[in-house]
């Protein structure tokens, strides 16, 4: 089946707009996850949902980051007055936890780039 | 807290040479490891994993083992292609959470 895509594959956008990333999960997936990559770097943590639910938000650097999954499927990634500190890609990741299954599926990410 | 720290690379290589490279870990608890790959243009895939001490994972002639007295989780492979150029993470997963840490990445170049 199809692996977890986002969208856009590239954001170019200016200092202090703000952007909406997407991420649609492995159909059926539970667990969605969001990560940032600088470059030269690992990727870093920043949000987990478990179904609608963030379980755990504690990668988020400050209130300009907020995520969002309505219906437990698709998740956005909302940035406010972005910096451009902010650069970087940004990853999204699906599983399903407690199977066989319960390893994380990446997307190729979104790449941010903040002028 | 919780850290990976990998070689710093790049390592080159030879196609048909030997392969480790090392990655050590700092937990608390029993986490799980990773070794995830980056191909160029693409996004990270899971290589292999290991969930307890002394397991051996291994995938596509690559293998590792979770060594919890040296807390190290090296990758090796005995004779690497010029398609496994690629960048290298290793990763922990700590016991009841489902959050990856990543170290740095390792970036290998064979050439032919």
């Known amino acids: 089946g199809a692996g977890v895509s986002q969208t856009p594959s590239n954001k170019v956008t200016e200092k202090g707009k703000y952007v909406e990333l997407r991420c649609d999960p492995i159909?059926?997936?539970?667990?969605l996850y969001w990560y940032r990559q600088s470059l030269g770097q690992g990727p870093e943590f920043l949000i987990y949902f478990q179904g609608t639910g963030a379980a755990d938000d504690s990668g988020l650097p400050n209130d300009r980051f907020f995520a969002v999954r309505p219906e437990g499927s698709v998740s956005t990634l909302k940035i406010q007055r972005t910096e451009r500190g902010d650069s970087a890609v940004y990853l999204c990741a699906s599983s399903l936890p407690g199977t066989v299954e319960d390893t994380q599926y990446f997307g190729p990410g979104t790449r941010l780039t903040v002028l | 807290g919780n850290s990976v720290t990998q070689m710093e690379g790049p390592v080159t290589l030879s196609e048909e040479a030997f392969l480790t490279i090392n990655c050590t870990y700092t937990?608390?608890?029993?986490?799980?490891l990773f070794w995830y790959v980056q191909y160029p243009g693409e996004g990270l895939q899971l290589l292999l994993k290991a969930t307890k001490a002394d397991d051996k994972g291994s995938n596509k002639g690559f293998e590792a083992t979770y060594r919890k007295e040296t807390t190290s989780f090296h990758l090796e492979k005995g004779s690497v292609q010029v398609s496994d150029s690629a960048v290298y993470f290793c990763a922990l997963m700590n016991t009841g959470f489902q959050k990856l840490v990543f170290g740095t990445g390792t970036r290998l170049l064979v050439s032919p």
């Open positions: 937990a608390t608890g029993y986490p799980s």
């Open positions: 159909s059926g997936h539970t667990a």
